[in-house]
């Protein structure tokens, strides 16, 4: 029944299914240690992403999400996306979330030559997230 959420033919963007680890932080709180915990990603998509966390989420929370990306810089380096979102929607445990400033990092030793690769990748990227819309204003 979680997967209803997720099946519905609403979204204009495509969804890739993904699993793969992820740690958030909920921003916003002004005390205290900020609220944290971990989840599973479910799918992704060059807006969103659904992802499986063990602690109920509200919407309307501000995230800040690490979750490790499949793919390695140079088949060597380990990256992480970095991106803040919105929770739009929950059911059970299943939270889905917008990307916000999305930023590929590297999750393993930090070089030159590995930030200018990584610098090269995220601005392909930012171009592909940017709609088209927003590039002529």
């Known amino acids: 029944m979680a997967e209803g959420i997720l099946s519905q033919d609403r979204r204009r963007r495509l969804r890739f299914p993904l699993k793969t680890e992820l740690t958030y932080h909920v921003l916003g709180r002004g005390y205290g240690n900020?609220?944290?915990?971990?989840?599973?990603?479910?799918?992704?998509?060059?807006?969103?992403?659904?992802?499986?966390?063990?602690?109920?989420?509200?919407?309307?929370?501000?995230?800040?999400?690490?979750?490790?990306?499949?793919?390695?810089?140079?088949?060597?380096?380990?990256?992480?996306?970095?991106?803040?979102?919105?929770?739009?929607?929950?059911?059970?445990?299943?939270?889905?979330?917008n990307i916000a400033h999305p930023e590929l990092r590297t999750a393993g030793k930090d070089n030159a030559a590995a930030r200018e690769e990584i610098a090269a990748v995220t601005s392909g990227i930012q171009t592909l997230l940017v709609p088209k819309d927003s590039a002529r204003a």
């Open 34 to 97: 900020p609220r944290r915990g971990s989840g599973e990603v479910v799918n992704i998509s060059s807006r969103g992403l659904a992802f499986h966390t063990d602690d109920p989420l509200e919407p309307g929370s501000h995230l800040r999400v690490l979750m490790s990306w499949p793919a390695k810089l140079d088949n060597k380096t380990m990256l992480r996306l970095v991106f803040e979102g919105v929770v739009l929607r929950t059911r059970g445990n299943l939270v889905v979330t």
